[in-house]
């Protein structure tokens, strides 16, 4: 039931309809999909998610008529002493705004599993897995929709961990796969540990809220803020910084940015929901939303800009040099979250947010993109022929490494396209949706803060060099194998979803277009004003060469004279010691390994170990050794003699007697 006093729209009682269809959809396919097949779980999970964004559209155009947003209460949730916490779903233009980015691009993600997944649970030889990934599916958008709608901290904290279960249980899908039968069980378990350390950091923001507001409700929180920092302006200090290292585990910035790049681990998929909607985006948005406590602190505010920075750079540094085609996406989502994290710690809140939209369009075309490339490599179209025709089998090759491509700009020229259009959206080429938004980043760090925008432009031609690198590996000359050779275009359920990002690729400028601000006036009224330098012509052009530099340097390394398979990397003859670097991902895991989880690791065998089995498991087998004596011992009263029994009561009510005289 409703609790909400006053709506002023009644279309905004649909709100709680965002988890709800989700839900219903995992419970319907949870009863009936094992019965019904394929097309019913995918349409099933896929009209689930279609639901949420349906409702989130209706939620848009009520806010167009009453801007001002409301909040409803479903229920009672939490009431304790001073503390109340209500499961209430807060309906503004950010709450909203992140419900149609996840709602829209989640369902063209759905619609594009189902295709997916047909093949993949057959090359892994286990289509009874194809019903427990929708449900895992359906599981993340709700989780997300429960993040981004919440109106209090520990309503959007329960989504938070949520986004981290269904990335545990997506990212191991295939947990029997890889290294040893365990690469893929590692790669989520990795994702799960460390994003606990960054969950720890939010609770203690979350508990320093509690203490010091006496409330986790996000109205609460912003109003009593500035009298909090007066008083103790330490306490919203270490609140800031502890959220900001929640936000490097779950948007994957320095120095929890490890698990992102073994996220690659679950089917594509999962990467493109991870990366472009979903997860990494929750950082962002839990600095926006708490915009009205990083603007009272402004060194946690620098803390912000630098990590986002430094974040974007290193990550490029290391996309640029890799040959995983999915490693290439995911440094570089790292990367551009870099850009976002930077922005919303400059104050550029609606550049940050319109950043985050931008590359959910066109990072999912290219994760999309790059499965549809892999589906190709795998031949994944001619699967039925080749159970039967031997000269159909392909080579057993990694169908993800870009120097065994080669060529498929004319054996897929769909797929070709629509990579291109991300391709050179995620380079920032005008009029394309990243030039857009990223040159809003770019300006706003000219005018506030010139070195970082020295960084970021080092960081924009990167990115243009390693997009350009991708593109000529994948798609330009000559086939480097037999399965490139063999490669051919997906069926529609594949082509579709990437047609339609295509477009949203193209057209997503206009969300923030210079003169008409459509985000920024939208956003105006739940981020205020902010630092919005406008379009700036002279940082536009800027990025506009740096990106064209970029993609022309790597038209100069791999395109002018072309690659052959077995060849040492152009790169390598270039940079020589430092590609190598980059290659091996500056050993930053080799470094956590020595450093961390080794010590940890010898920690468990010398002590932990003894403690765990030698104290704690012989105080409990004690106590239950020493229980099972003592029954024993009881157990001699029960003889069955029944003269025992009376002359026990006999001497039970004597003894009675004798204690109640003498008292």
């Known amino acids: 039931m409703l609790l909400q006093e006053i709506i002023t729209d009644p279309t905004f009682v649909l709100a709680p309809w965002v988890v709800l269809f989700p839900l219903l959809g995992i419970a319907i396919n949870m009863l009936l999909g094992h019965r019904l097949g394929e097309r019913f779980i995918s349409t099933t999970a896929s009209l689930a998610s279609a639901g949420s964004f349906i409702t989130a559209v209706l939620l848009m155009l009520a806010l167009a008529r009453n801007p001002e947003g409301t909040t409803i209460t479903l229920m009672e949730w939490i009431n304790t002493g001073s503390l109340q916490v209500d499961w209430a779903f807060r309906v503004d233009t950010l709450s909203v705004t992140m419900m149609l980015v996840v709602g829209g691009v989640g369902t063209l993600i759905h619609v594009y599993a189902a295709g997916y997944m047909h093949y993949d649970v057959r090359f892994n030889d286990d289509q009874g897995r194809y019903r427990r990934f929708f449900v895992f599916f359906n599981l993340f958008i709700l ?55 960054g969950d720890f950091g939010l609770l203690i923001a979350l508990f320093l809220m509690v203490q010091h507001f006496g409330s986790l409700q996000f109205d609460v929180v912003n109003t009593r803020a500035p009298e909090v920092a007066a008083a103790t302006p330490g306490v919203l200090l270490a609140m800031t910084l502890f959220m900001l290292l929640g936000v490097t585990g779950k948007s994957a910035q320095l120095p929890l940015f490890v698990w992102l790049p073994d996220a690659m681990a679950g089917p594509t998929p999962v990467s493109a929901l991870i990366h472009a909607a979903t997860m990494v985006t929750a950082g962002v948005y839990l600095i926006a939303r708490s915009h009205g406590l990083y603007e009272l602190v402004p060194a946690a505010q620098d803390a912000v800009v630098w990590v986002g920075t430094l974040t974007a750079l290193f990550a490029a540094t290391i996309a640029a040099a890799q040959n995983d085609i999915k490693k290439v996406l995911a440094y570089s989502t790292i990367s551009q979250l ?50 039967h025709d031997a000269h159909l089998h392909h080579d057993h090759i990694d169908p993800q490494d870009m120097t065994l491509m080669g060529g498929l700009r004319k054996k897929m020229p769909l797929t070709f396209w629509v990579y291109l259009i991300g391709a050179l959206a995620l380079a920032g080429i005008a009029p394309l949706a990243g030039f857009f938004s990223k040159d809003e980043i770019l300006a706003t760090a000219r005018h506030s803060h010139p070195v970082v925008f020295v960084v970021l432009l080092v960081t924009a031609f990167l990115t243009a060099f390693y997009v350009g690198r991708q593109l000529w590996l994948v798609f330009f000359g000559k086939p480097r194998t037999k399965n490139a050779e063999m490669a051919r275009e997906n069926s529609r359920v594949i082509t579709l979803p990437l047609l ?71 790169l390598a003859d270039v940079l020589g010691g430092l590609y190598n670097g980059a290659r091996d991902k500056w050993r930053v895991d080799e470094l956590y390994d020595m450093v961390v989880v080794k010590p940890l690791q010898k920690i468990a065998r010398d002590w932990a170990e003894p403690v765990d089995q030698g104290w704690i498991d012989g105080i409990a087998v004690g106590l239950g050794s020493l229980t099972k004596a003592i029954s024993h011992q009881l157990s001699r009263l029960e003889n069955g003699y029944v003269r025992f029994y009376e002359l026990s009561v006999v001497v039970g009510i004597a003894a009675i007697f004798t204690y109640l005289v003498l008292r």
Not at 361 to 387: C, H, T
Not at 546 to 564: D, I, Q
């Open 143 to 197: 989780a997300m929709m429960i993040l981004v709608s919440a109106d209090n901290y520990l309503m959007l904290f329960v989504g938070w961990e949520g986004v981290g279960l269904c990335s545990y249980l997506l990212i191991g899908f295939w947990f029997e796969k890889r290294e040893n039968g365990l690469g893929n069980a590692r790669a989520g378990k990795k994702a799960f540990l460390v994003n606990r350390i």
């Open 338 to 387: 870099g850009f976002m994290v930077a922005s919303v710690g400059m104050g550029a809140f609606v550049a940050g947010m319109f950043h985050l939209t931008t590359h959910a369009f066109f990072k999912a075309l290219l994760f999309l993109g790059a499965g549809s490339v892999i589906l190709g490599m795998e031949n994944a179209r001619n699967l039925d022929e080749q159970k």
């Open 500 to 570: 339609l990002l295509a477009v949203l690729t193209l057209i997503g400028g206009l969300l923030n277009f210079p003169g008409s601000h459509i985000l920024e006036t939208w956003l105006h009224h739940t981020l205020g004003g902010g630092h919005q330098p406008g379009f700036d012509l002279m940082t536009a052009s800027i990025s506009l060469i740096v990106a064209l530099a970029g993609l022309s340097f790597a038209w100069l390394v791999y395109g002018r004279k072309g690659w052959k398979s077995g060849e040492t990397d152009p």
